[in-house]
């Protein structure tokens, strides 16, 4: 059986989310970030050594990487579900959100958080120089590429229902956290991105992700 290791706050929901949809048999096994450092603690890094999440066991094997262990389970309990047969009209758009969640989007979002970090935790002598270093980052690369992405995302969200067309898939699923993340950190407001907030909504009332979550029971942001 599937045991997912699952890290308070961290990208570790999107596969709490996923086995609850596919009602998949698991354990859960919860373990809370240091309260001093936010990092994951020791027992977590015993089993997952970079201490990133998600990370699940399944007997012999230990697999990190969203991608790989979404993948992993869809091979063995989707049966079918959420992922979009080849050749279909959905599989392109599947394969393109499903990969950009964690090629494009998560990392400039980790990036951006690791930044702004920077300046609240840097000596306070250098903070000016650090949040001008920030700033400058912020408008030559992060902020231009970040707006570009949820204009994108905007978009395709005004066609469909869901990312890959009017039925869940795991590009949902991956996107989702990332979702929340641009919601509270990358300026993804209400107004401008209207297609955007109807996605969380829609997910936030999901009944699979409502039982996630209760099971979580901490919320998704690392703020």
């Known amino acids: 059986m599937i045991t997912l290791h699952h890290l308070e706050k961290s990208q570790s929901i999107r596969i709490l989310w996923l086995l609850e949809e596919l009602g998949a048999p698991y354990e859960i096994k919860l373990y809370d970030r240091d309260p001093k450092t936010r990092l994951a603690p020791a027992a977590y890094k015993a089993v997952s050594p970079l201490g990133t999440a998600p990370v699940i066991t399944d007997g012999d094997v230990t697999l990190a990487e969203t991608n790989a262990i979404i993948d992993y389970i869809l091979d063995q309990y989707g049966n079918g579900r959420l992922r979009p047969a080849a050749g279909t009209p959905e599989r392109a758009p599947y394969l393109f959100w499903f990969h950009t969640a964690q090629g494009s989007l998560q990392p400039l979002l980790t990036n951006k ?22 700033a400058a980052l912020d408008a030559g690369f992060f902020g231009p590429r970040l707006n570009a992405l949820m204009g994108e995302i905007e978009k395709a969200l005004g066609k469909h ?12 699923i991956v996107m989702g956290y990332s979702m929340e993340l641009c919601a ?13 907030h109807r ?5 936030r009332e999901y009944p699979s992700y409502i039982r996630a979550m209760e099971k979580d029971g901490k919320g998704t942001i690392l703020l």
Do not use: I, Y
């Not at 996605?199 to 997910?203: A, D, E, T």
């Open 161 to 172: 229902k869901w990312f890959a067309g009017d039925e869940l898939t795991a590009a949902d």
């Open 184 to 196: 509270h950190r990358a300026g993804m407001d209400e107004k401008r991105f209207p297609n955007g």
């Open 199 to 203: 996605f969380l909504k829609q997910m």
């Open 113 to 134: 958080f690791v930044m702004m970090a920077m300046t609240t935790r840097a000596p306070f002598l250098v903070r000016p120089v650090a949040k001008s270093l920030v």
